[in-house]
C-alpha cells in the first residue's frame, strides 16, 4: 500500500505570484484534507475534499482554493502570496469523510515566500 | 470557539524517566481527541483516538487517557527514539467542516 506522497518538497516564491501543490492519497482513500503548519504552531484546518467536491473549510480566505480528482489525488492553490503564506503545508488522506478516522499525513511541502 | 492547549510546550527527560503530556480542550461538541507524533521534516503520525471520557488506549510504552476536559498521553521507561513533538487534536460533532483542530504541540526530548 502506497503512502501519502507530496510534491514539490519544497518552493520559494515572491509575494504575489501564485502557487499550486500536489498531492496523491494513499491507495483507496477517498478524502483529502489540506492543513498550514507554521514554524512552531499546530496544523491548521484549510479545507477537506470528499469524492472531488469541498466539503469542509477552515478559517482561510477564497485565495486559498483546491481540486479533487477522479483518482482522488488533489491540488491546492493560493493566490496572491502573502509573507504569512510561508509555512509548511500538508495533505492528509482518509477514509469516511474523515470521521471518526485517521489521518495519513504526507511528510508536506515547505513553502517560504519573500 | 474550539480550543486546544498542551502543556508543556517542551519537556527534556532521562531515558528511562516516566512522565505524562497534557492536552486541555474546550469545544462545544467532541466527536473525538486524537493524538499524533510528529517527527522533524515529516507529516504527523497517528497514535490513538479516544471518543469518551474514561477511555483509555496503550501502544507500547504510550498510554492515552480521555476526561471530560483533558486528555494525558503517559510515556513509561521512554527511550531516545520516543523524541519527538506530541500532537493532540479534537474534532467537533456537527458544524459544516470535519477537520481537526490541533494544539501547538509538546516538544519531548529523552536523552541517554
Known amino acids: 500500500e502506497t503512502g501519502v506522497t507530496q510534491s514539490p518538497t519544497h518552493l520559494i516564491k515572491t509575494r504575489g505570484q501564485q502557487v499550486t501543490l500536489r498531492c496523491s492519497s494513499q491507495?483507496?482513500?477517498?478524502?483529502v484534507s489540506w492543513y498550514q503548519q507554521a514554524l512552531g504552531q499546530g496544523p491548521q484546518f484549510i479545507f477537506q475534499?470528499?469524492?472531488?467536491?469541498?466539503?469542509g473549510r477552515g478559517n482561510f480566505p477564497p485565495r486559498f482554493s483546491g481540486l479533487q480528482f477522479p483518482n482522488y489525488s488533489s491540488e491546492l492553490n493560493v493566490n496572491a502570496l502573502e509573507l504569512d503564506d510561508s509555512a509548511l503545508y500538508l495533505c492528509?488522506?482518509?477514509?469516511?469523510?474523515?470521521?471518526?478516522?485517521?489521518?495519513?499525513f504526507g511528510s508536506g511541502t515547505q513553502l517560504s515566500v519573500l | 470557539e474550539d480550543q486546544v492547549t498542551q502543556s508543556p510546550e517542551a519537556l527534556r527527560l532521562q531515558e528511562g524517566e516516566s512522565s505524562s503530556l497534557n492536552c486541555s480542550y474546550t469545544?462545544?461538541?467532541?466527536?473525538?481527541l486524537f493524538w499524533y507524533r510528529q517527527d522533524p521534516g515529516k507529516g504527523p503520525e497517528f497514535l490513538f483516538t479516544?471518543?469518551?471520557a474514561g477511555e483509555e488506549k496503550e501502544k507500547e510504552r504510550l498510554k492515552a487517557t480521555l476526561t471530560k476536559k483533558e486528555s494525558f498521553l503517559h510515556i513509561t521507561a521512554p527511550k531516545p527514539e520516543d523524541s519527538a513533538t506530541y500532537l493532540c487534536?479534537?474534532?467537533?460533532?456537527?458544524?459544516?467542516?470535519?477537520?481537526?483542530?490541533f494544539g501547538k504541540g509538546t516538544h519531548l526530548i529523552i536523552q541517554p
Open positions: 492528509a488522506s482518509s477514509d469516511n469523510r474523515g470521521i471518526n478516522e485517521k489521518l495519513f
Open positions: 491507495s483507496g482513500h477517498n478524502t
Open positions: 475534499y470528499y469524492r472531488e467536491e469541498e466539503n
Open positions: 469545544v462545544s461538541g467532541l466527536r473525538g
Open positions: 479516544l471518543y469518551s
Open positions: 487534536a479534537v474534532q467537533v460533532s456537527g458544524g459544516g467542516a470535519d477537520g481537526l483542530t
